[in-house]
């Protein structure tokens, strides 16, 4: 079995800044169960680091206190797979902080694509990004949690992703979800 | 804009029986966040009901608090989008009581197809089951929690599924992103 190689790939899901449902900008609060699904979907389809970003030391301590039981504690014992999904999750204070890292461990910037329920013009389709991901390119792809992800960092980065339509007016998957379609239409086999 | 009515298709998520770690049958508790993530992600899609299947009474109470409060109460007002995800959300005691739900309002039996994540002889490919539900014909599709859906139970069906693969030997996908995957795959535009 041909094994596609993404570590190249990293992901972002980010807590700060995004807005809440009045508009304002916040920090949200981390879901362990975002950690857990998105870790499992990550290692799936084998992209590099899954980076939760949040700038509270608190729900840092509460990430990294997730990941030391199924690692280390009992968890590990009682269920490996949770272990092997939770290899290359990582806690992180801001967005910048985690293109450093991938910039450190890649040699060279990482393309930042952030995604979003919103059309936005000129945004970069499925299509075209997977083939760029295949070339090879260090790729960093942001998701944001609450009601999405302030306009600047929207604004700063290399590309949009287009949105996922499904078949209805109906614009609000779960993050978890949209990370599980967005990576399997990304990196899936065809 | 063009909208594909997919309102023949309905989705069972099946909490009896089921395998538990060890390989015994058992129910496995509602996870409510499952209730909410999977009638987004039906209501993206555009399908029929979402049924989730527990012979428990306790259960079954606590998934209709949890439908009452979006669709009645406080909820409604607060977040209209979480009453439209749920409208189609449905509480049901077996899988043959949602069988003989979905004959009452198609008319005809609907095909059964079951998933998973084990590889099984003859089961059916995406491409083949996503011609077969664009012509309309009556389904359900069939999800397990825990460890999986018991065998008797995929013996049954009319089909099953494919599974996911993803590009890593991990093999251990969220129920959540399984759904999301597979009705993306089934009936997202292509």
């Known amino acids: ?67 030391g039981h199924w690692m280390k504690g009992h968890g590990a014992r009682y269920n490996p797979t949770r272990k092997e999904a939770l290899l290359k999750t990582r806690v992180i204070k801001s967005l910048d902080a985690v293109v450093a890292d991938v910039t450190e461990q890649c040699g060279e910037k990482p393309c930042v694509v952030v995604t979003g329920a919103k059309q936005v013009p000129n945004s970069i389709e499925f299509g075209t990004l997977r083939k760029q991901l295949q070339e090879g390119r260090p790729t960093l792809l942001v998701f944001g949690t609450g009601w999405g992800l302030e306009k600047n960092l929207i604004r700063n980065a290399d590309h949009v992703l287009e949105p996922i339509e499904g078949n209805s007016g109906f614009n609000h998957l779960p993050v978890r979800g949209a990370i599980a379609i967005i990576l399997d239409r990304l990196l899936g086999r065809s």
Request: proline content about 4%; hydrophobic content about 40%.
């Open 1 to 67: 079995m041909e094994e596609a190689h993404y570590s190249n790939i990293h992901l972002a899901l980010v807590h700060f800044p995004v807005y809440n449902k009045p508009g304002e900008v916040v920090v949200s609060s981390v879901t362990t169960l975002d950690v857990h699904d998105i870790s499992r979907v990550c290692r799936t389809f084998g992209v590099g680091n899954f980076y939760v970003v949040t700038p509270l030391k608190t729900q840092q301590e509460l990430v990294e206190r997730l990941i």
